[in-house]
């Protein structure tokens, strides 16, 4: 059974920095993509950062060069750090997991509150 545990949300100063680590376990696999997602009240779940098992990186406009995601292999485990944070960004963060038609995992989320 594949379980996704996410850390590091919290409540942060506009303009401050957060970094939230996924851990997965029970992968079999060595081929998958990871990535973070973010829902806010009322809006759709949308995505905010992706990165192949071959560490090629995808981001939401909004985000470029204020977010980054990496992934340690070794550890199963993806991140993504936060930077300049706005009161837009303010959402609860998914971790997923997922091989394209083959299998697609979720999180619990983890809310991220961004205000003064």
Do not use: H
């Not at 850390?7 to 079999?28: F, K, M, Y």
């Not at 992706?50 to 292999?73: H, L, M, P, Q, W």
């Amino acid at each position: 059974q594949v379980q996704l545990v996410e850390s590091g949300g919290g409540l942060v100063q506009p303009g401050g920095s957060l970094r939230l680590d996924c851990a997965a376990s029970g992968i079999i696999y060595s081929i998958y993509d990871m990535g973070w997602y973010r829902q806010a009240p009322g809006k759709q779940r949308e995505l905010v950062a992706a990165i192949t098992s071959g560490g090629i990186t995808n981001y939401a406009d909004s985000v470029k060069d204020r977010f980054t995601i990496s992934r340690d292999g070794a550890k199963n485990t993806v991140y993504l750090q936060m930077n300049s944070l706005k009161p837009e960004d303010t959402a609860v963060y998914y971790c997923n997991l997922r091989r394209v038609g083959v299998f697609n995992y979720w999180g619990q989320g983890t809310q991220v509150t961004v205000s003064s």
